[in-house]
């Protein structure tokens, strides 16, 4: 049972005051849960977020970065192999730390209630240490992984535990009243490759800070999985072959997995272009979790309540819908119908982008047109970006469920399983239009979608290649729940600790291969800004605890500290005046541009993208005769 209570507080950062109005939870035994901010961050705020200032202290590619549990100081970690405690509101280093670590350090964690004096760092080296704030030294080694530590995890109600993410495949949980730990510890907690009896990569790793049982952990494919740790238990690290691999059974019963509709089939193997979970996060309530799919998109869902959500399937009940049902139209109110009529114009222009956001726009304020919802479809199943399709697809069931007789929203509904290649649903759907919509049935876009699943079907049955999976692995795959809240704009091919994150109550954040970071609203889903936040990109983006401040990183030696500035000077000719483009902070002035070329990016040529992991600067070819003559240097890789 929860117990809330409602203040107010005033923070002061630089010459400004913020009122926030906060949200305290309580359990029932006392202890202290989260902190919800109702008025942390608000849309005001967001429009006019801007660079304040720039934290210089490392020599190399800033890699991680993280926030004491009371806001009031700031670690970073970097290629330089050195943690940097900041104090950001003076804006000033507080202890240099040289780790001892001999490779990139990519998390760096404050252990809970050591007043902000013990930090913890794992780096490329494969080991992990602990480091006294204070005196600027290592105090102790712990090599327990063989390879790369990618992530760090502590939990506010444990004093001695932390967690580690590890590309060997194990998270492991340490304690540190334990004197002796080494590679043979029992403090194996998960174990991929157990799981799915191949090398796997486990690449991050989050607790929930109101539900410590709660672990979420990403690996280098396209599942989020969640387990409950009270039901795991710790074991030996066994080599894949290994005569005494224990079996994975347990992992089935503690796990829930969470997928992009899209992405569950079994014939993902066949992408071009390798999914990794690059970072993810639980919402300071505890009650959502968002992920960054990396060579995809950005995605959140609920983990407490009841608004689970499974995989999309073909609801029988919207094809066997009587042609006697009455169709019901609504009229649409006049702001909508006018956002409409503009997103339509804009779709016949080809301005695909930009007609899915006012498609998006009208229908938060009619949520259940089915006219819109439909159009929509349209939309995206022109645009093809990554989960188009089935974003298309959820959209034509809703149509349906309000409109049986939309008839385009179930030829989108055909089109879009096409597209996805769920023959079945698709093949389903081509049936029923037939019989409910005989006069539709010999249009030439029918014949063409007719003729497209026929060759699916002869595509699939010589290509298909079934993934290889233990048991416990596929039913845990086959019952996973939804990654439906979908958040595009950014770009996630080259660095492997690209990080996405909730700001604010309303807010998501994320970086970007483009060295922007990106905004969006939670609710509809919509892009609200793009800010230059570093020359080549921006990894790690961490919100303070209480204030509306944002430390971001990436491959510049720098750490930038944003938060909202005053309002721009109003020039003589009464416009606001606008910062100089391409500058760090500028902000991004075509939005839908930016996302299409970062979409696509992401199908870029596998040859571009591995210069890009080296750090060159790409010039597109029409851009080539503003290029300069000189050739990049490379910069220092963030992964």
């Known amino acids: 049972m929860l117990c809330l209570y409602f203040c107010s507080i005033f923070v002061k950062f630089g010459d400004l005051y913020y009122n926030c109005n906060v949200m305290l939870y309580y359990c029932q035994d006392g202890y202290y849960l989260g902190l919800a901010r109702r008025q942390q961050v608000t849309a005001n705020f967001i429009n006019r977020l801007g660079l304040a200032h720039e934290l210089k202290g490392h020599s190399g590619c800033v890699n991680c970065l993280e926030w004491s549990r009371d806001g009031s100081l700031l670690a970073s970690g970097s290629d330089d192999c050195y943690a940097v405690v900041w104090d950001p509101h003076r804006c000033r280093s ?35 240490i602990i480091s006294d704030v204070s005196r600027c030294q290592a105090l102790r080694s712990l090599q327990c992984h063989s390879q790369r530590v990618k992530r760090l995890a502590t939990a506010g109600d444990s004093a001695f535990l932390f967690w580690s993410a590890s590309e060997d495949g194990t998270v492991r949980q340490f304690d540190l009243r334990e004197k002796e730990v080494g590679p043979q510890s029992a403090n194996v907690l998960v174990d991929l490759g157990c799981l799915l009896q191949q090398n796997a990569e486990a690449k991050c790793l989050s607790v929930n800070p109101c539900r410590s049982e709660m672990l979420a952990v990403g690996a280098n494919d ?83 309540g009841c608004s689970h959500q499974p995989v999309l399937q ?86 349906l469920s309000a409109d049986p007789h939309c008839y385009k929203a179930l030829y989108r509904l055909a089109r879009a399983f096409c597209d996805m290649g769920w023959q079945e649903e698709a093949q389903q759907c081509v049936n029923q239009f037939r019989q409910r919509f005989p006069q539709h049935a010999q249009s030439s876009s029918f014949k063409e979608l007719v003729s497209s699943l026929e060759k699916l079907e002869s595509g699939q049955a010589a290509h298909s290649q079934p993934l290889q999976l233990t048991e416990a692995e596929r039913q845990l795959r086959k019952n996973a729940l939804d990654l439906r809240e979908r958040f595009v704009g950014h770009c996630n091919t080259t660095t492997d600790i690209k990080e996405a994150n909730f700001f604010g109550q309303d807010f998501l954040t994320a970086g970007s291969d483009d060295g922007n970071f990106f905004i969006w609203d939670r609710r509809s889903g919509l892009l609200l800004r793009a800010l230059k936040g570093d020359e080549s990109i921006v990894n790690c983006l961490q919100p303070h605890p209480t204030t509306c401040l944002l430390a971001t990183s990436g491959i510049d030696p720098v750490v930038r500290l944003w938060s909202p500035q005053q309002q721009p000077d109003i020039g003589d000719g009464g416009e606001m005046e606008a910062e100089p483009a391409g500058q760090i902070a500028a902000p991004v002035p075509e939005l839908d541009d930016a996302v299409s070329r970062n979409q696509r990016l992401m199908h870029a040529d596998p040859l571009e993208q591995m210069l890009r992991s080296m750090g060159y600067r790409i010039v597109p070819a029409a851009s080539d005769s503003d290029a300069d003559e000189d050739e990049p240097e490379p910069r220092c890789r963030a992964s």
């Open 94 to 128: 507080l202890a240099r730390i040289p780790t001892g670590h001999s490779g990139n350090i990519f998390s760096v964690n404050f252990l809970p209630h050591s007043s902000n004096t013990t930090l913890v760092s794992g780096a490329a080296d494969a080991r992990i």
């Open 222 to 304: 396209h599942c989020v999985r969640l387990f409950d740790r009270r039901k795991l238990s710790l074991t030996f690290y066994h080599f894949l072959g290994d005569a005494e691999f224990p079996a994975p059974n347990s992992y089935a019963e503690s796990g829930q997995y969470y997928i992009p509709g899209h992405l569950t089939r079994a014939y993902t193997n066949s992408r071009a272009r390798q999914l990794t979970v690059t970072y993810l996060t639980f919402s300071p309530d505890g009650r959502d979790l968002v992920a960054n799919l990396g060579g995809e998109q950005v995605y959140t869902t609920s983990v407490l």
């Open 314 to 399: 073909l609801w029988p009940e919207l094809l066997a819908a009587q042609r006697a049902c009455p169709a019901t139209e609504v009229e649409l109110p006049p702001s909508a119908a006018e956002l409409k009529s503009e997103a339509n114009r804009l779709l016949q222009d080809d301005q695909v982008a930009a007609s899915v956001r006012l498609y998006t726009k009208a229908l938060l304020l009619a949520p259940r047109s089915p006219l819109l919802l439909s159009n929509r479809a349209a939309a995206l199943l022109k645009r093809r970006w990554d989960g188009d399709a089935y974003a298309a697809a959820i959209d034509c069931q809703t149509a």
